[in-house]
């Protein structure tokens, strides 16, 4: 009798328990101030995804010039505000280094721990232990760019997948090595995640049949996100959906035109999560009124779309 009792209070424990956790990924483009308007469309857009924890880029406003070379963060950060507004917990990430960019992390669970480079917080969820790491990459060189001929940061035209790899790294490897460097504190973490504006394509989207389908102009196995994959992570709207050419999930950018030739559209904002057992369960992009958005806003605030995932752990 009393191994019965055991094994049932066994079964009904915490730790066996399944966790189920909305995380987003969302530059929110100084959230609204930009556009000289307030935070109620970011919050109506992360209350709409229904996501629990959020990594925001873009807190703060952009400089008035804003250039390729000199575009700093001015003014306060919105996550503050938005935070607030949602009744949620808020880490503000002040540290100036090459993988932020005016960057918090907002959360509906109680936020712990920073990690040495303040790229990410532990989290704790229902009494487990939880990472967010968020971030925001170097923008230029911007390879699709150089790929396609269109003039940024004076950066030179290149033509193949070598040339667009060998670019990538010298661009973003420092901050990919902080970003490693950071998880170290995430060991024994029942899930980890990374959240961000990469500002550079994932090899998952950019693959031969989406050349075929003139999405992208050839292939290429981006050296960032293929970073993260190498060390476990899961592209989480890739893991939902695969074919990219069904779903091309651009998240740069909305406001553009995507027939104009002097930009490109791309999916440059990812969730990134990893954990034993873990299984994404559901990820859409969220953004405009438009045939790019799986969870549909009118109007949008900002500059990119953003990208939210289910997963369970």
């Not at 670019?167 to 998880?183: C, H, I, K, P, V």
């Not at 592209?235 to 779903?247: C, G, Q």
Request: with cysteine.
């Amino acid at each position: 009798m009393r191994a019965a009792l055991l094994t049932l209070a066994m079964l009904a424990s915490p730790a066996a328990a399944q966790t189920t956790l909305r995380v987003m990924s969302f530059n929110i483009w100084g959230g609204g101030v930009n556009e000289g308007k307030g935070i109620d469309d970011t919050v109506a857009a992360i209350r709409a995804a229904r996501a629990d924890i959020v990594g925001l880029q873009e807190t703060r406003a952009e400089s008035d010039p804003c250039t390729a070379e000199s575009c700093p963060p001015t003014g306060p950060s919105a996550a503050i505000a938005i935070a607030a507004a949602l009744g949620w917990q808020v880490h503000d990430q002040t540290a100036e280094n090459d993988a932020l960019w005016s960057n918090a992390v907002i959360s509906r669970h109680p936020i712990g721990a920073v990690s040495p480079n303040d790229l990410g917080v532990e989290i704790d969820v229902a009494g487990r232990k939880v990472w967010l790491f968020n971030i925001h990459l170097d923008d230029a060189p911007y390879q699709p760019y150089q790929l396609l001929g269109i003039a940024y940061d004076d950066a030179p035209f290149i033509k193949t997948e070598a040339e667009a790899q060998d670019y990538a790294r010298r661009t973003r490897t420092a901050a990919m090595d902080r970003l490693m460097a950071d998880m170290a504190k995430a060991d024994g973490a029942a899930a980890v995640f990374v959240t961000g504006d990469f500002n550079e394509p994932s090899g998952l989207d950019w693959t031969e049949a989406a050349v075929a389908a003139k999405l992208h102009p050839v292939k290429v196995d981006w050296p960032t996100t293929q970073r993260l994959e190498d060390a476990g992570f899961i592209d989480a709207y890739r893991a939902v959906h695969a074919d990219p050419v069904a779903k091309p999930a651009f998240t740069w950018t909305p406001t553009y035109d995507e027939a104009a030739t002097d930009d490109h559209p791309d999916r440059i904002d990812f969730v990134f999560a990893r954990g034993a057992g873990l299984k994404v369960t559901d990820a859409s992009i969220v953004g405009e009124d438009g045939p790019r958005s799986d969870i549909k806003l009118s109007p949008w605030p900002s500059d990119h779309r953003a990208v939210v995932a289910e997963v369970q752990f």
